[in-house]
């Protein structure tokens, strides 16, 4: 196997590696700070469109972890770049919450149930039947179907949650139409990342919780790839899959002399 070069700039997955159901995991909090103190390009990503950089940054600050919003990426944010690339000042019709409804507004985009471009999906709690009811009609009426992540499930206290993903698959029954997924383990994300912070996938790498979003995505952007076993991947689970991770490690506190 080729020498890899030096790691210079680093992403990293948020839950399962920073926190799990909302409480730092040991070591995280020295893991940014000595990012922070390196002067090395980062960012922290996350599949959930929920909140907006700025809402994450105060609920990590109140965790003890200080990750500036400019640091924070989401597959709102990616779907919002996607998008902007792809139709600049589109419409959409959208189901989801602040974090992508802020994302699109902020590039320009009009959200309308009328004659909408895009019908976009993204993670809510509280997912209503007149709201899918209206996507599968508007979808089925020419709409193109994007959604921010592909994510079956999501963590809570209380247990497993049905996420995006899961939701995208009954709107596909319903129209026959599959949707375009922006979020992990679309590579996608990770490269509009990397051109946010101007680092390049030679030199960066991902760590993340997840063998089949996480790994997988850094693997196809041409990252280094760790994996922490903080999260949902198991060390059994590792070989069920076709692919590997450059490295595989107990927590992120095990990545402190690497940065």
Not at 14 to 39: C, N, Q, T
Not at 40 to 49: A, R
Not at 88 to 106: C, F, K, N, R, S
Not at 124 to 134: D, G, H, N, P
Request: some cysteine.
């Amino acid at each position: 196997m080729a020498e890899r070069k030096p790691i210079e700039s680093w992403l990293t997955d948020m839950d399962g590696v920073l926190i799990h159901e909302g409480i730092p995991i040991p070591g995280a909090d020295a893991f940014i700070k000595a990012l922070r103190e390196s002067g090395k390009p980062f960012l922290v990503l996350t599949n959930n469109s929920i909140y907006t950089p700025r809402d994450l940054h105060a609920r990590l600050s109140r965790m003890g972890l200080d990750v500036p919003v400019e640091n924070i990426w989401t597959s709102a944010l990616a779907t919002a770049k996607f998008l902007d690339d792809q139709r600049p000042g589109g419409t959409a019709y959208v189901i989801g919450e602040a974090g992508l409804t802020t994302a699109l507004h902020d590039i320009g985009y009009v959200l309308t149930d009328h004659e909408p471009d895009y019908v976009v999906l993204g993670e809510t709690r509280t997912y209503s039947f007149e709201a899918l009811t209206k996507a599968i009609r508007l979808i089925n009426a020419g709409a193109r179907f994007i959604c921010t992540n592909p994510d079956e499930t999501g963590p809570s206290p209380e247990g497993p949650l049905p996420a995006t993903g899961s939701v995208a698959a009954l709107i596909t029954k319903a129209t026959g139409k599959e949707p375009y997924f922006a979020g992990k383990p679309n590579p996608l994300m990770m490269r509009t990342g990397l051109n946010a912070i101007g680092a390049h996938s030679e030199t960066s790498a991902m760590i993340g919780d997840r063998m089949d979003t996480d790994v997988l995505a850094g693997l196809e952007a041409g990252m280094q790839t760790f994996l922490v076993l903080t999260g949902l991947t198991q060390p059994a689970d590792v070989d069920k899959f076709p692919y590997r991770p450059s490295r595989t490690v107990d927590s992120i506190a095990d990545l402190l002399d690497r940065v």
